[in-house]
T-cell receptor, first 113, second 113 residues
Framework: KAGVTQTPRYLIKTRGQQVTLSCSPISGHRSVSWYQQTPGQGLQFLFEYFSETQRNKGNFPGRFSGRQFSNSRSEMNVSTLELGDSALYLC????????????FGPGTRLTVL | DQQVKQNSPSLSVQEGRISILNCDYTNSMFDYFLWYKKYPAEGPTFLISISSIKDKNEDGRFTVFLNKSAKHLSLHIVPSQPGDSAVYFCAANVRGGADGLTFGKGTHLIIQP
């Protein structure tokens, strides 16, 4: 079975721009969660989607948003980029809701200049 | 307020010996615990998990122990191999909850030849 895939793997943007990241979960998995990893804060939960519905959101500003499609693929969007948004963005999928084991993709490295 | 703590940023162990990685948590609602291994520029790879109804779970060279009264878990790797050198993250959540995984800051395990 193919693992979680994320595109693009690397991205460079400038302050004020917006960015959309994509995640395809493992086939059959219905839940997709997003995490941000930075050297200072570690891995932090952004949000989780299950059956196209956002179940919860971590402590991030409204500039961070996401959605899930009927095929379980998910996108996250960051608007009005700030330098501090530079991070590794990780997507994880699980069969059920977040209490199940989550399997991570390789991540998208976003650099904001 | 860190709910999951890994107090050792790094650990060096000789090849063939036992590696013991520790993790403490403060949220008594957590009932599912996971260990992930991460190489640079890659997503975390799931290693092993344990439910709060158990105190031990074993999978090959990896064993996780859970001490609920002490709110402490540990990952034992026996015997340690060079390929085990990576950053190990402890994570916890509430099954059925919607807050995603809460991660520790990680322990960098270095296996010395």
């Amino acid at each position: 079975k193919a693992g979680v895939t994320q595109t693009p793997r690397y991205l460079i943007k400038t302050r004020g721009q917006q960015v959309t990241l994509s995640c395809s979960p493992i086939s059959g998995h219905r839940s997709v969660s997003w995490y941000q990893q930075t050297p200072g804060q570690g891995l932090q939960f952004l949000f989780e989607y299950f059956s196209e519905t956002q179940r919860n959101k971590g402590n991030f500003p409204g500039r961070f948003s996401g959605r899930q499609f009927s095929n379980s693929r998910s996108e996250m969007n960051v608007s009005t980029l700030e330098l501090g948004d530079s991070a590794l963005y990780l997507c994880a999928s699980s069969y059920g809701q977040s209490g199940d084991t989550q399997y991570f993709g390789p991540g998208t490295r976003l650099t904001v200049l | 307020d860190q709910q999951v703590k890994q107090n050792s940023p790094s650990l060096s162990v000789q090849e063939g010996r036992i590696s013991i990685l520790n993790c403490d948590y403060t949220n008594s609602m957590f009932d599912y615990f996971l260990w992930y291994k991460k190489y640079p520029a890659e997503g975390p790879t799931f290693l092993i998990s344990i439910s709060s109804i158990k105190d031990k779970n074993e999978d090959g060279r990896f064993t996780v122990f859970l001490n609920k009264s002490a709110k402490h878990l540990s990952l034992h790797i026996v015997p340690s191999q060079p390929g085990d050198s990576a950053v190990y993250f402890c994570a916890a959540n509430v099954r059925g909850g919607a807050d995603g995984l809460t991660f520790g800051k990680g322990t960098h395990l270095i296996i010395q030849p």
